[in-house]
Nanobody, 131 residues
Framework: EVQLAESGGGLVQPGGSLRLSCEAS????????IGWFRRAPGKEREGVAC????????YYGDSVKGRFTISRDNAKNTVYLEMINLKPEDTAVYYC????????????????????????WGQGTQVTVSS
């Protein structure tokens, strides 16, 4: 059984930083595409970042470019989302998602935010940015 488990969320002040983790079991990230999404209260789910390391491609949503970084630790089978200069509008539940169907992500700018292309999802971790 494939499981993705996010951790690292919490309460942080504006301008602060957090690092989210997504650990996989029953699944390896070696050839996978991994995405981070978020859903804020009353808003639609938003694609935040995407990584296809085997293809050497990453992509970020416009609202987080320059502030968020997605990376992977193969030894730990874990993907990270490093977030700096956090803003109140970053408050949301953050989810990681994964798929082996990397052929759909060659045009990652268009497809990274398409949730239906991902096969596995975590339960989410809450990030709250507030003073």
């Amino acid at each position: 059984e494939v499981q993705l488990a996010e951790s690292g969320g919490g309460l942080v002040q504006p301008g602060g930083s957090l690092r989210l983790s997504c650990e996989a079991s029953g699944f390896t990230f070696d050839e996978a595409v991994i995405g981070w999404f978020r859903r804020a209260p009353g808003k639609e789910r938003e694609g935040v970042a995407c990584l296809s390391e085997s293809e050497g491609i990453t992509y970020y949503g416009d609202s987080v470019k320059g502030r968020f970084t997605i990376s992977r630790d193969n030894a730990k089978n874990t993907v990270y989302l490093e977030m700096i200069n956090l803003k109140p509008e970053d408050t949301a539940v953050y989810y990681c998602a994964a798929t082996n169907r990397k052929k759909y992500f060659l045009n990652m700018a268009r497809t990274f935010k398409m949730g239906f292309l991902y096969d596995y999802w975590g339960q989410g971790t809450q990030v709250t940015v507030s003073s």
